[in-house]
């Protein structure tokens, strides 16, 4: 399986932890190896319309997939490895 770094258009949600009470929306599915919001937004400056961030994740193909059919829309997404390389 092929390791894709992808840029995703999501939303903030609600949270107890870090980033001031909010974290991005796709941080909830399973499979990303990691993510790092790149907006350069601080998630307590967040309108509430739109809500809206850029998060670049690192995850398998299959799990790239599956965050752009829950709705995230993708800016870009690139293979870095395949699993012989990662």
Known sequence: MALVTARFLTHWQPTDEQNDGQEPAICDIDGIRSWTQISGQPA????TDPNATVVEVTAEASVIDAIEKAGH????????????EA
Do not use: C, G, M, Y
């Not at 829309?73 to 012989?84: G, Q, S």
């Open 44 to 47: 307590r400056n967040v309108p």
């Open 73 to 84: 829309a993708l800016i870009h997404a690139e293979e870095i490895a395949t699993d012989a």
